[in-house]
């Protein structure tokens, strides 16, 4: 059974980093697009970050445009997401999955706090 874990998160002070990693076990996501995702209390999930299964193609939403990178290790099943100069509003629980189509059952995600 595939399983997807989310880790990294925290809390941080406003302009302050985070790594998330995004691994998947049970089965490899190599050949996937695999995405970030977010979902603050209250509000729905959205879009964060993709990446082709070759790394070769990203995109961002424009909320984490320039502050955001996404990258992979197709070695080790693993989907990283960088964030710095983190703002009060990124705060929200982080999570991944296939793209467009979520395949995969969701994580449990990684929860991300920003204070001001």
């Known amino acids: 059974q595939v399983q997807l874990v989310e880790s990294g998160g925290g809390l941080v002070q406003a302009g302050g980093s985070l790594g998330l990693s995004c691994a998947a076990s049970g089965r490899t996501f190599n050949s996937y697009t695999v995405a970030w995702f977010r979902q603050a209390p209250g509000k729905e999930r959205e879009f964060v970050s993709a990446?082709?299964?070759?790394?070769?193609?990203?995109k961002y939403a424009d909320s984490v445009k320039g502050r955001a990178t996404i990258s992979r290790d197709n070695a080790k099943n693993t989907v990283y997401l960088q964030m710095n100069s983190l703002k009060p509003e990124d705060t929200a629980v982080y999570y991944c999955?296939?793209?467009?189509?979520?395949?995969?059952?969701w994580g449990q995600g990684t929860q991300v706090t920003v204070s001001s």
């Open positions: 990446i082709s299964w070759s790394g070769g193609s990203t």
């Open positions: 999955n296939t793209a467009p189509v979520p395949f995969f059952p």
